[in-house]
């Protein structure tokens, strides 16, 4: 059976911006580079089916400039979209990246937030296949309510992931009490941990959140160059070591992660296994400039191989 991905996150398009600084307030800086890429959620995807993965778009998307080229990236991806476009067109994200590999950013939504019940549940996801969603599908409003309640309604056996993304601390408690206590692999930085358990003591925040998803769920902190801990509520939170690398642009290392964590699941990999999976993955992808590259399967393992 072909397990497949279920992606109801935002794809929007990252306009990359390479700076020596930020500007500070009131000023301004000359740009480097400037690049316009998919990104958002079709960084996740990516990676995923650069692992191996079969992925379905089930995510909203616009009509004109930035949703071409979406759905052109997304075509070229192998990932069919389940819905037709929208009348507004995409959103897109400014991403300024300095010269510590660092990236800050600001974000212009569009038709990816316009996602109706009606259209979530023509997605057919089986047992064994997951879904992926992000925190910023769950900020205020009529739509993040109805993709809650899609997350209520997934039949057994369908699991679900979630990254809560940097704006976690306005997703409303209940919203995240409830999506949490449906997820099955609860992925998020540590800065999101903290904002999440109110705790700097990553070991400690892992051990909350892992009581907070579903049962048999599994909570990966990602650390940036440190790896990740992983947790489950079989086991005391283990550290997974980062691989050390040059970065050079850090846009995309956390969707990297997410991605081929789940296609390492997908495959029957154990939870240390993909946790490792992921790290290489990460670290590939901030040798690279731009928002989506995670590496292939063939770059992986080789990777993978010379670091033993």
């Known amino acids: 059976m072909t397990v497949r991905l279920h992606h109801v996150g935002p794809v929007i398009v990252d306009v990359v911006m390479t700076v020596d600084h930020l500007p500070e307030r009131g000023g301004g800086v000359l740009a480097s580079s400037a690049r316009s890429l998919p990104g958002g959620g079709f960084n996740v995807i ?94 205020p409003g009529a739509r993040a309510d109805e993709l809650v309640t899609w997350i209520s309604e997934l039949p057994p056996g369908v699991r679900l992931v ?31 941990a903290v904002t999440v358990t109110g705790t700097a003591d990553l070991h400690a925040a892992a051990a909350m959140l892992v009581e907070r998803v579903a049962p048999g ?27 050390a690398v040059a970065a050079v642009d850090t846009t995309g290392a956390g969707d990297a992660h997410v991605g081929v964590f789940t296609a390492a699941l997908a495959s029957g990999s154990s939870v240390r296994e993909a946790a490792r999976r992921a790290n290489a993955a990460a670290a590939l992808a901030v040798t690279r400039p731009g928002p989506a590259t995670s590496p292939d399967r063939e770059e992986l393992e080789k990777f993978l191989s010379a670091r033993g």
């Open 217 to 243: 769920g599994v909570v990966v902190l990602r650390d940036s160059a440190e790896g990740c801990l992983v947790a489950t509520r079989e086991a005391e939170p283990v550290r997974v070591p980062g691989f």
């Open 46 to 139: 990516a990676a995923a089916t650069r692992a191996g993965m079969e992925v379905v778009y089930g995510g909203a998307h616009g009509t004109g400039p930035h949703g071409d080229l979406v759905r052109s990236a997304l075509n070229d991806a192998g990932v069919a979209c389940a819905h037709p476009p929208r009348p507004e067109d995409t959103g897109f994200c400014v991403a300024l990246v300095d010269a510590s590999a660092e990236r800050s950013f600001v974000t212009r939504l569009g038709a990816e937030t316009d996602l109706p019940l009606a259209d979530l549940r023509t997605l057919r996801p089986e047992p064994g296949d997951f879904v992926y969603t992000v925190g910023y599908s769950l900020l």
């Open 162 to 192: 979630l990254d809560p993304a940097p704006v976690v601390g306005d997703v409303p408690a209940a919203t995240l009490a409830t999506v949490l206590g449906r997820t099955d692999v609860l992925s998020l930085s540590a800065a999101e």
